[in-house]
């Protein structure tokens, strides 16, 4: 691993309680402790210590991105996470940040060094608040990748960790044509520190289309092998977004649309039973509380989400014909 700045070390960090929150020389602003904010989050919301302390990471890392320029004018934030971070806030929480690359996009050791610059970035973003190290490496997927890809794992040492421990992955798909109009959008930001970003992220439309070819890309392959990644987040995500944001989307043309982004991945379907075929169902309903149950407080049921997504994406589907 390769730390994005070498001027700090664990000089005397320690593992306080889960109770204390410890202080910090960092902290300004009147502000309580980070560690004490974080607390309360993982007191009021449920979810696990490790998932709190990524979701924070992540903001500040894209803080640290949209300030690199050659990243901020090239990457369309994307999936899940640009849902919590860009449209809902108060959404399920996400692991890693995924963006497509626009022409131009930054690959190999040019990426590398931008990565980099980018974590040097949230580095001196983060200085007001807490003592955090974060250091990268570039990923390598165990299986060659099928598409053109490129991904990083960071690894972050906050203040109460002995080395970098929390870790927040980095993937950058460089084949996928944004085919809607770029977003421009604030990063939400949901721990008492003033976060100011603005970051290029997909339309909603078209979340949606890649969330939607996601399940006819999965379902092509568990019909073949008899087995695949469980989809349950993009249909909670499906679900949340149509729910929320269904009328403010521009339907015109969506069946076409899709139609272009399902054609990229060589997958198509015929109409809206295709994204509910029932070997999918059958796992996403078994997967449903491993995949969804630690990032979502209050997760509703598999039965009531499929039940309210299938008559928005048929009325998606026929309306936009």
């Given at each position: 691993m390769s730390k994005a700045r070498s001027d700090r070390t664990a000089q005397g960090a320690v593992q306080p309680s889960m109770d204390d929150p410890g202080e910090s020389p960092w902290?300004?602003?009147?502000?309580?402790?980070?560690?004490?904010?974080?607390?309360?989050?993982?007191?009021r919301l449920g979810?696990?210590?490790?998932?709190?302390?990524?979701?924070y990471l992540l903001s500040?890392?894209?803080?640290?991105?949209?300030?690199v320029?050659?990243?901020?004018?090239?990457?369309?934030?994307?999936?899940?996470?640009?849902?919590?971070?860009c449209y809902?806030?108060?959404?399920?929480?996400?692991e890693d940040l995924d963006?497509?690359?626009?022409?131009?996009?930054p690959t190999g050791d040019t990426m590398e060094r931008a990565i980099r610059e980018s974590c040097d970035t949230a580095m001196k973003l983060l200085d007001e608040y807490a003592p955090v190290e974060l250091v990268y490496e570039r990923y390598t997927e165990k299986q060659p990748h099928p598409r053109d890809q490129e991904a990083f794992a960071i690894h972050a040492r906050l203040p109460w960790h002995r080395q970098p421990h929390t870790r927040v992955m980095i993937e950058i798909t460089v084949d996928e044509k944004v085919l809607k109009p770029v977003q421009k959008r604030k990063v939400i930001h949901e721990y008492g520190e003033p976060l100011e970003a603005q970051v290029p992220v997909y339309a909603v439309e078209e979340i949606v289309a890649e969330k939607l070819r996601a399940i006819r890309q999965h379902a092509e392959t568990l019909e073949k092998r008899g087995w695949s990644r469980s989809r349950a987040r993009d249909y909670y995500d499906l679900w949340r977004v149509l729910g929320a944001y269904k009328n403010q989307?521009?339907?015109?043309?969506?069946?076409?649309?899709?139609?272009?982004?399902?054609?990229?991945?060589?997958?198509?379907?015929?109409?809206?039973?295709?994204?509910?075929?029932?070997g999918m169902l059958v796992q996403i309903e078994k997967t449903w509380f491993q995949w969804l149950g630690p990032l979502v407080p209050g997760l509703p049921s598999f039965e009531t989400v499929i039940g309210e997504l299938r008559p928005q994406i048929e009325s998606l589907i026929s309306l936009s014909k």
């Open positions: 902290e300004g602003r009147g502000m309580k402790p980070l560690r004490l904010r974080l607390l309360e989050a993982r007191r979810v696990s210590w490790e998932i709190l302390e990524r979701d500040w890392i894209l803080a640290g991105i949209c300030q320029g050659s990243l901020r004018d090239t990457l369309v934030f994307k999936g899940g996470t640009a849902l919590k971070k809902f806030g108060k959404y399920r929480f996400s963006f497509s690359g626009l022409e131009g996009v989307m521009d339907l015109s043309g969506f069946v076409s649309f899709l139609h272009e982004k399902c054609a990229v991945r060589h997958v198509d379907f015929e109409g809206p039973e295709d994204f509910f075929q029932e």
